[in-house]
């Protein structure tokens, strides 16, 4: 498993947390081996200025993030309105040359595993197609196992290859909500994936230390290659 990507129910779920966490455990506990990060899609200002601001990555802001669209609207819609369309061989070629060059490559997707990358493509169609392993990241909120529920069997459909559930407290919550709002026992069994942890609620996400505590609460031996797993 070169690669891993980070998708989510929807936009907001905290696949931006998740992969920042991922980068900081790296950083510091596998930094003898190379770490590549790639937003294929981005509409608006966001992730791309995030990792450039946050890590020392040893990648341009295009290695980051391919394709830029500045209206924070869906890819394939924020490209027309720019006169152009969403070049998927420039990003597939910005990830493959990441996979050909670092040893593990964190894609992060646009919105969330249903999302429009192109007007005939979702998030799952490119998974499927570039044969990427995926992680789902749930945030903790009321309807939240209906739409993982619905992501999953989005991914069983188009055969990605989902690794597992991560929750997310995108806000703070009480231990309650957490159980009530997503109930581990109850996900697993309805969609038949594991969840690998909770992302607790950071109130500080530039925090490498937060970040790499954070991930070590995971089950990481899921998602990182095994050979890099510390």
Known sequence: MSALLITGTDTDSGKTVLTSALIAYWQKYCWAYRLGVCKPVQSGVGDREHYTRLFDLEQTPEQ????CYKTPVAP???AALEGTR???AKAWQAVAQLQAKRDWVLVEGAGGL??????????ADI??????PAVLVVPVQLGAIAATVANVALAEKKRVDLKGIVLSCTRPCTQ???????????????TRVPVLGV??????????????????QLDLE???PKAFWA
Do not use: C, F, Y
């Open 176 to 190: 309650g909500q957490l159980e009530n709002w997503t109930p581990i026992s109850m996900i697993e069994d309805l």
């Open 86 to 88: 969403v070049d998927l």
């Open 127 to 132: 998974a499927n197609e570039w044969r990427l």
């Open 64 to 67: 980051i993030n391919p394709l």
């Open 199 to 216: 992302l607790p609620h950071l109130k500080h996400v530039k925090s490498h230390e937060d970040l790499a505590d954070a991930a070590a």
């Open 114 to 123: 249903g999302s429009p990358v192109t007007a005939e493509l979702t998030v």
């Open 76 to 78: 394939p819609i924020a």
């Open 222 to 224: 899921r998602l990182m």
